[in-house]
């Protein structure tokens, strides 16, 4: 117990966070048998904290969209089979028609990522229908706020202007009336992507296929719609991007790396794009007098298409960053861990810490997990905190865990401290494992703990 007394504050170390982002248009196709490129799994050292993948265009039929609802979608199911054993969670999700935006983490960054809002924005159809819009995440990570958008905006040559007025209309409906999240233009990180749909002006079908076939870009960049509405619009032109060194990603024949062959015709573009914005520091006057920003950079590793996929008319797009902080937040709300020996055969003590500026509720809950989970609702068992609580003084807490419904196991496992209010992990333990013993079949009468 006394090894869960709150030390005192340290400054904290300053930490890189890798960030691994996916934009995708899979034209209502189903996931390949590898996604080992598109992820990075095929890279040695790649060391990844995060992934931020967002598809566009998923399949959105009545059926299928009443099938997503009562289980996971093909496209999520796929992500977590493959990277539930890297370590990796699925924080959040959010999904309108065929929109989905998925946040995978590390389960040692679960408390530090504290998931504020998820938001849908049609913009389609008189701004009532779905099919065109964004999507958004809005997370606290490590006391820093970030929102993440994933976005299909309107197609077709002629249509720009259109593009850039969906543009302004998703980033103004980003605000979080009733609740104490700043203005988006407040956050300090946005990363904005998806299938954004600009294409290259001026030249002819001719002259863009044979740029690209030559390797010559520069003057296709010159006439991306996008690089032009960026060198105008003073808003727009605080988004950063990569350079654009790999193909245009749009429009293939399905199952080929042939630019579209059809009747049509339709000429090559930069549909699919990844963009980021950091939030400006303040000027004060006189300059001397300014007190130093926290420390917050970010840094692109890469910006690529992968050409080897080839399931839609789109390529998809990646880009790996380095999110270097200083964590505002550097210590979990609450420190858990096991008390002795976890065996089969008896209820278990779990001790933990709060940190005098959380407020517990009596449904929060403390989650039993496999390493490897997929996401907070993979529990193998859980209890009320309130209801199993059997000691509470000077900010430490013990509550007992009833491990009559657990399978014997190799495994090992995790706790994890779910918080109702802020509606996100707060704590977790390190790996432990529980040692094989009698079962009784004794399964929890309660209900369920949800999100």
């Known amino acids: 117990m006394a090894a869960l007394n709150p030390r005192k504050p340290t400054e904290p170390r300053g930490k890189t966070l890798s960030i691994h982002v996916v934009t995708w248009n899979v034209a209502s196709a189903a996931p390949p048998l590898d996604l080992g490129d598109l992820l990075q799994l095929n890279k040695d050292n790649l060391n990844l904290d995060m992934y931020v993948i967002g598809l566009q265009e998923m399949n959105c039929g009545i059926m299928s969209l009443l099938s997503d609802t009562a289980f996971e979608d093909p496209w999520s199911s796929f992500f977590m089979d493959v990277l539930s054993p890297l370590s990796f969670v699925k924080v959040s999700s959010v999904r309108m028609q065929g929109l989905l935006l998925l946040f995978f983490a590390k389960h040692q960054h679960l408390p530090f990522v504290q998931i504020l809002s998820t938001k849908s924005t049609p913009t389609g159809l008189f701004g009532y229908w779905g099919n065109k819009g964004g999507v958004t995440i809005c997370l606290k990570l490590y006391g820093y706020y970030v929102s993440i958008i994933n976005c299909h905006l309107p197609p077709h040559m002629a249509n720009n202007d259109q593009r850039l007025e969906h543009f302004d209309r998703i980033l103004e409906m980003q605000n979080f009336e009733g609740q104490d999240i700043p203005n988006i233009l407040e956050h300090d990180f946005i990363l904005w992507f998806g299938d954004m749909n600009f294409r290259i002006d001026d030249f002819g079908l001719h002259f863009v296929r044979e740029s690209i076939k030559n390797r010559c870009y520069s003057d296709l960049w010159e006439k991306d719609q996008l690089s032009i509405a960026k060198r105008h619009d003073p808003l727009l032109r605080e988004f950063q991007e990569g350079p654009l060194l790999f193909p245009p990603t749009y429009k293939f024949d399905k199952n080929s ?11 090559p573009a930069w549909t699919d794009r990844i963009l980021w914005r950091l939030k400006r520091q303040p000027q004060a006057n006189p300059p001397t007098q300014r007190l130093p920003a926290p420390h917050f950079c970010l840094s692109l590793r890469s910006y690529v298409s992968h050409m080897m996929y080839c399931i839609s008319d ?138």
Not at 257 to 267: G, I, V
Not at 421 to 436: A, M, R, T
């Open 314 to 451: 789109h390529k998809p797009v990646t880009s790996t960053f380095d999110l270097e902080l200083k964590p505002l937040a550097s210590a979990p709300l609450i420190t858990l861990i096991p008390e002795g020996l976890w065996t089969m055969e008896n209820d278990m003590l779990i001790s933990y810490s709060l940190t005098p500026d959380f407020l517990s509720s009596p449904w929060d809950w403390i989650g039993l997990y496999k390493v490897g989970l997929r996401h907070i609702n993979d529990y193998v068992s859980y209890v009320w905190v309130r209801d199993n609580q059997v000691s509470f003084s000077d900010g430490l807490s013990q509550v007992y865990f009833n491990t009559s419904n657990i399978p014997e196991t190799e495994d090992q496992f995790l706790l994890c401290y779910y918080s109702n209010s802020l509606h996100s992990v707060v704590g977790i333990s390190k790996p432990f494992k529980i040692q094989p013993g009698s079962l009784a079949e004794d399964p929890l009468g309660e209900a369920q703990p949800h999100l």
């Open 257 to 267: 790396n042939n630019y579209d062959t059809s009747e049509k015709k339709r000429k």
